[in-house]
């Protein structure tokens, strides 16, 4: 009963995604827009430190200095598992390069995490839990998907900042032209190394 209840619910939190994603997609363009070609207005990124399912706290003020990719997920949603593997490839790839992978895990608790994610892709890089999905939320874009909590909003995220801790590209999930391969987040990060 509990699987079949845990299967409803990430299929309406899909369907709600999809439909929101689609109807919001011009909105959720111009903000990667925005962020993409405004180098003189780039947003800070909002600081945080959060626990890593290592039992490590890791801020993001301690990597100052390199080049951040962070992804927020949660463990039921199929847009992030999609993701899951090219981050790894992008972390391998990228790791030599002054760039450091993060993983915030929103609302979920230690043990869910780790058997069905951690476990299910054996990431090498660090998979922070964001337990009260405050994190998540003071990454939100103002006006973006209204019609979920502002945690939900960035689910499926990947945010690139830079050294100097302002945000250099953000994707929000956009199911209709889901870039599953990272392929825009690779080419922004190629551009500034």
Not at 5 to 16: D, Q
Not at 75 to 91: I, K, M, V
Not at 102 to 112: A, P
Request: hydrophobic share 45%.
């Amino acid at each position: 009963m509990k699987i079949y209840i845990t299967k409803l619910i990430a299929l309406i939190v899909l369907i709600c995604f999809s439909s929101c994603g689609q109807s919001n997609e011009n909105k959720n363009q111009d903000v990667v827009k925005t962020i993409e070609s405004s180098n003189k207005e780039l947003i800070s990124a909002p600081d945080f430190s959060l626990e890593s399912i290592d039992g490590n706290i890791i801020s993001l003020k301690d990597m100052e200095g390199k080049y951040i990719v962070l992804h927020i997920a949660a463990t039921w949603c199929p847009f992030c598992n999609a993701e899951a593997p090219y981050l790894e490839e992008l972390y391998n790839n990228y790791k030599d390069k002054n760039v450091a992978v993060l993983i915030i895990d929103v609302k979920e608790s230690k043990e869910l995490v780790v058997e069905k994610l951690q476990n299910k892709f054996n990431f090498t890089f660090p998979v922070l839990l964001d337990i009260d999905g405050k994190v998540a939320a003071s990454f939100a874009p103002e006006g973006v998907l209204p019609d979920l909590a502002r945690d939900e909003v960035m689910l499926a995220s990947n945010l690139l900042i830079d050294p100097k801790g302002k945000i250099q590209f953000m994707s929000l999930l956009d199911s209709k032209n889901f870039d599953a391969k990272l392929l825009a987040l690779k080419k922004k990060l190629d551009e500034l190394l």
